[in-house]
């Protein structure tokens, strides 16, 4: 990927940061009505599809909701080499629970709607 805009719907899950700041870490994304692991590119920045965490626009606050955000980042226009992140909560794909085993996969367990997610690929295994 470029420094283009980069766009994802992915599963993350509500933390928050020693200054109260609340964040949405990227658990896994939706392609193609899989689950995947996040995608991340050669880039050698945290930057635009590398993003672990995303700034938070909508949807729940409480920390430790998962939930499932469409989100984009755009090169910011006062450094183009870093990013402007909006995230938009999709409110019809509510995941419930997400299983972290030892070694760190995810199981997604319970989805009240499955217009995204109607399957899984290892790592990430998903269930209805």
């Not at 992915?10 to 996040?38: F, K, Y």
């Not at 998962?66 to 090169?75: E, K, L, S, Y």
Request: charged share 20%; glycine share 4%; with cysteine.
């Amino acid at each position: 990927m470029t420094d283009d805009m980069v766009e994802f719907v992915s599963v993350c899950r509500i933390s928050e940061d020693h200054n109260g700041r609340i964040w949405l870490t990227r658990i896994a994304d939706i392609n193609d009505q899989q689950l995947s692991i996040p995608y991340k590119s050669n880039r050698s920045t945290t930057y635009f599809e590398n993003r672990d965490r995303l700034y938070r626009n909508d949807g729940p606050s409480q920390v430790d909701t998962i939930g499932v955000w469409r989100w984009t980042a755009t090169p910011n226009l006062n450094d183009p080499a870093t990013d402007y992140v909006q995230s938009f909560f999709v409110s019809d794909i509510l995941p419930i629970r997400v299983v972290v085993s030892q070694d760190v996969k995810y199981s997604l367990q319970g989805t009240t709607q499955s217009r995204y997610l109607t399957g899984g690929v290892p790592p990430v295994r998903f269930s209805m």
